[in-house]
């Protein structure tokens, strides 16, 4: 692989979209339909807080809304995790497999809306996150009611993260107010500068 292909963050190989393998993919597999054609920003927040509040090796872990699945890789890469990656749109896997071989990790897959996830299929998980997830005013409802399902569960921590869009800052309001969650302001500079939210909910 050359340089210009691909690059490293947190000891992750991340291919750009102009290597062979994901031009591959996008060109003969069917694309992405719900904005999951590239690696966004959030996810990054997200394993930047994992690594100051790092989790026990071996916990379960459910990324949600996964999209190329990379915070799933970095979890199983640095803690060892039991990692379980979903996403509504099944054409995101593609990516997340190119990225798991290429990155020497498996990680589990399920594809599910927010909405089709049960407090039984959150018990047992340590950590449930997502990364720019809460993007439309119509996701509000069904990831305030997921969190509530994973509070129930026992679900030991759910972080998700975005640059502050108005959706996600209503879905924290509300996890505040029902759960005492907590809005933290978090900025990275790698893999680019991403200035935005996470919020935490511990159960």
């Not at 679900?155 to 209503?170: M, N, Q, S, T, Y």
Request: with cysteine; hydrophobic share 40%; glycine share 6%.
């Amino acid at each position: 692989m050359a340089n210009e292909d691909y690059y490293h963050v947190n000891d992750l190989i991340i291919l750009k979209k102009k290597h062979s393998l994901i031009k591959h993919i996008t060109e003969q597999l069917p694309t992405p339909e719900i904005h999951g054609t590239k690696v966004w920003g959030s996810s990054f927040m997200i394993m930047d807080y994992l690594k100051k509040h790092t989790p026990d090796a071996g916990s379960e872990i459910l990324e949600i809304g996964c999209g190329w699945g990379l915070l799933s890789i970095f979890c199983a890469k640095h803690f060892d995790a039991l990692v379980t990656a979903t996403d509504a749109d099944p054409h995101v896997f593609s990516f997340l497999d190119a990225h798991s071989i290429i990155n020497e990790v498996e990680i589990d897959q399920l594809v599910a809306r927010y909405e089709e996830l049960k407090i039984k299929d959150l018990k047992g998980y340590e950590l449930v996150l997502g990364g720019d997830i809460c993007f439309w005013d119509e996701l509000v409802d069904p990831l305030f009611s997921l969190v509530q399902k994973a509070v129930k569960a026992k679900v030991g921590k759910i972080i998700i993260a975005d640059p502050g869009r108005p959706p996600f800052l209503e879905l924290a309001k509300r996890c505040e107010e029902a759960f005492g969650g907590e809005l933290l302001d978090w900025s990275i500079t790698k893999p680019r500068k991403v200035d935005g939210n996470l919020l935490v909910v511990e159960s």
